[in-house]
């Protein structure tokens, strides 16, 4: 089961609302689902919650490192060893430019990918093996504008994708804490029913003008048959 849920952002009221932050927004919508508060914790160096599950399943933490980006690690790997947390049951979750506003992936293992904060816990945790949800927040198209991308807020629209996908990927939590991820990876990467085709007319007969009513059909003949 994932046991600590770790979400990247830059800390300051200045950052709070750009697409860096995307990971912020989605720890902090977890915690009101979960009703907990995320508190200040200087050993951790970020916001922290403890959650404390039902049936005994033991306690589940929610981070927000507040080291800004790059320093990442130095949050995660000290709440994770001092917790006896692997790193199989960390999930990271940091937004991504590969993928358009709304769009989400779950993914385990793999390269940092260029992402800052992905880099610095890599070589914290000293491994690569952890889950990762990637928040799409779309691409500027021109890699030299990325810096100043990722660091500006979204447009309204691509807020409101943002959110929704957010919301989408935490129907798949109850099936992260219960170890089935493989049920939360269907549910994350789950695509919205196709709208069906509009319903198609049935062709005129062959030699009436459309629109035109249809002759009223002959009356029928007196049967000349008898009951037998």
Do not use: C
């Not at 005994?56 to 490192?65: K, R």
């Not at 992905?118 to 990762?132: M, N």
């Not at 990637?134 to 691509?158: C, M, N, Q, T």
């Not at 219960?178 to 509009?198: C, E, F, N, S, Y």
């Amino acid at each position: 089961m994932i046991r600590l849920f770790v979400g990247l952002g830059n800390p300051g009221q200045e950052y709070a609302g750009t697409r860096h932050n995307a990971g912020f927004w989605w720890v902090d919508r977890l915690a009101e689902r979960l009703r907990a508060s995320l508190v200040p914790e200087k050993a951790y160096h970020g916001l922290v919650a403890r959650v404390n599950l039902p049936g005994g399943a033991g306690p589940v933490w929610l981070l927000e490192p507040m080291t800004y980006m790059n320093r990442s690690g130095l949050a995660v790997a000290p709440l994770a060893r001092f917790f006896k947390i692997e790193p199989a049951q960390i999930l990271v979750v940091h937004d991504e430019l590969d993928l358009q506003p709304g769009q989400a992936k779950l993914k385990f293992g793999g390269s940092a990918a260029g992402h800052n904060g992905l880099k610095d816990i890599h070589a914290q945790l000293g491994t690569q093996d952890y889950w990762r949800l990637r928040l799409g927040i779309g691409h500027p198209g021109v890699k030299a504008e990325v810096v100043d991308y990722v660091l500006r807020k979204p447009s309204p629209d691509h807020r409101e994708a943002i959110t929704k996908g957010i919301e989408q990927s935490q129907q798949a939590v109850d099936a992260m804490l219960a170890g089935t991820m493989d049920k939360a990876l269907a549910i994350v990467h789950a695509q919205p029913p196709r709208p069906k085709p509009p319903r198609r007319e049935p062709p005129a007969p062959a030699g009436s003008t459309p629109g035109a009513p249809s002759d009223p059909p002959a009356p029928d003949k007196p049967s000349t048959e008898e009951p037998t």
